[in-house]
């Protein structure tokens, strides 16, 4: 009996150590490396995607970094330091008109207007766009989304840029709105949360929305390289539906929902501050209803940069736009 009794306590533990020695890993996601454009409120869907759990959900392990401009941006994916990038099409219309060998490849749009709102040293409610005349704008990179459509909104209200108005604009996108609370410029071009905090410190005021100035174009957008979208398919289309399913949860959700789903991503923010931001952008229409880029959405995006003198003529929509991704996050995501 004794003998019995010990050869079942060495079956058990035997057993027990197989069960141990066979127990599977826990699986581990793909990384994904995410590089965002600028760090702002503006890109609320995204931080909502990231904090409810929708890119974990979807199986992706997703990794943010800034980038500090699109030009950056892109250059993230072509140096394989990014695997998608967050940023407005020019870039991808610009590395195409150059027909480069790699291409970037929108599939997935995030933002409809400017996010950029226009601030001045003092209170101004009768603002208007005449009243810039012989004065000072800190403004953004030549060929960027951010300063087209400035420059495109002062002309088509009557004033000249770089004629009628002087714009500064060899200042880092992450410094300019220190400079402006140290006394340079008289207006600035800046996003949230940078425009709130500015009127907190009681250096600046908000005096107009480029996103209603400007209208509805494509303004923030996903790219991959053509490459990695053929290798990784299912990633791409992962990452699609979580952004659509973000896109759907911020149009059905409050602005104080929509702070405290954020809030992780701007710690450093007040919160009050970050549901006024967050109301002030959604009350503005901002935000994609679906993540699908549309063709004349990127016509008008391309006569802005005619406009400006960044193209001389429109690149095919298909030479850099893939809507197959949005178009299934759309048909099989309610």
Same mark, same amino acid.
């Given at each position: 009996m004794k003998k019995l009794i010990i050869s079942i306590l060495i079956i058990i533990v035997i057993s027990s150590l197989l069960f141990v020695g066979c127990k599977p890993k826990e699986e581990t996601l793909p990384k994904v490396r995410v590089s965002e454009v600028i760090h702002s409120i503006f890109y609320a869907p995204q931080y909502v995607a990231l904090h409810l759990g929708f890119f974990k959900e979807e199986g992706l392990d997703v990794e943010l970094a800034v980038a500090w401009g699109a030009d950056r941006g892109a250059a993230a994916l072509l140096s394989n330091s990014a695997d998608i990038a967050l940023f407005g099409p020019e870039a991808a219309l610009y590395i195409a008109r150059e027909q480069s060998d790699t291409k970037l490849i929108a599939f997935a749009q995030l933002t409809k207007r400017d996010g950029s709102f226009f601030i001045a040293r003092e209170p101004m409610p009768n603002f208007k766009w005449e009243d810039v005349k012989g004065k000072v704008i800190i403004g953004g990179r030549p060929g960027g989304v951010p300063q087209m459509v400035q420059e495109y909104v002062l002309y088509h209200n009557g004033v000249i840029p770089h004629i009628d108005v002087e714009i500064i604009q060899n200042i880092d996108l992450a410094a300019t709105a220190v400079a402006f609370s140290n006394g340079i410029g008289d207006f600035i071009q800046v996003f949230e949360p940078g425009a709130s905090m500015l009127e907190k410190q009681g250096v600046g005021y908000v005096v107009?929305?480029?996103? /209603?100035?400007?209208?509805? *174009?494509?303004?923030?957008?996903?790219?991959?390289?053509?490459?990695?979208?053929? /290798?990784?398919?299912?990633? *791409?289309?992962?990452?699609t539906n979580a952004i659509y399913r973000a896109q759907i949860w911020v149009d059905n959700h409050s602005a104080r929902e929509i702070a405290e789903a954020i809030r992780p991503s701007f710690q450093e923010t007040d919160f009050e501050l970050l549901v006024s931001a967050v109301e002030r952008y959604k009350n503005g229409d901002t935000w994609s209803k679906d993540p699908l880029l549309r063709p004349e959405a990127l016509d008008r995006l391309q006569e802005i940069a005619i406009f400006n003198g960044q193209l001389t003529e429109k690149i095919p929509y298909e030479k850099v736009v893939r809507t197959d991704f949005a178009n299934k996050a759309i048909k099989n995501i309610r």
């Open positions: 107009a929305s480029f996103g /209603e100035a400007g209208g509805e *174009i494509p303004y923030t957008v996903y790219h991959a390289t053509e490459k990695y979208i053929k /290798e990784n398919p299912e990633i *791409i289309q992962k990452f």
